[in-house]
Nanobody, 122 residues
Framework: QVQLVESGGGLVQAGGSLRLSCAASGSIFSINAMGWYRQAPGKQRELVAGITSGGSTNYADSVKGRFTISRDNAKNTVYLQMNSLKPEDTAVYYC????????????????WGQGTQVTISS
């Protein structure tokens, strides 16, 4: 099994930045696509950003130009750099990793971290 541990969440003022990290351990050979999702109270979990094993990325329209996903395969770690944060970004952020290199498959076959709270004050 793959274990994922998120870190870097916290409370930050609107306009500020945070960098989330997610370190994978366990059966890391099965990891291809990785992604970041978020879930705000009363809302569905949504894909924020995804990245394939080769580094191709995709983002939710709401975060394009503000967030950057990256990965360090040697460290089995995926990052989410979040800039120009808005109160609407407040949510629990989860990372996911799975054997498919299609990001859309993560909710089906991927493993999930426990999540890290990101709170943006206005």
């Amino acid at each position: 099994q793959v274990q994922l541990v998120e870190s870097g969440g916290g409370l930050v003022q609107a306009g500020g930045s945070l960098r989330l990290s997610c370190a994978a351990s366990g059966s890391i050979f099965s990891i291809n696509a990785m992604g970041w999702y978020r879930q705000a109270p009363g809302k569905q979990r949504e894909l924020v950003a995804g990245i394939t094993s080769g580094g191709s990325t995709n983002y939710a329209d709401s975060v394009k130009g503000r967030f950057t996903i990256s990965r360090d395969n040697a460290k089995n770690t995926v990052y989410l750099q979040m800039n120009s944060l808005k109160p609407e970004d407040t949510a629990v952020y989860y990372c996911a990793a799975g054997p498919s290199d299609y990001v859309g498959a993560l909710p089906i076959t991927g493993s999930w971290g426990q999540g890290t709270q990101v709170t943006i004050s206005s």
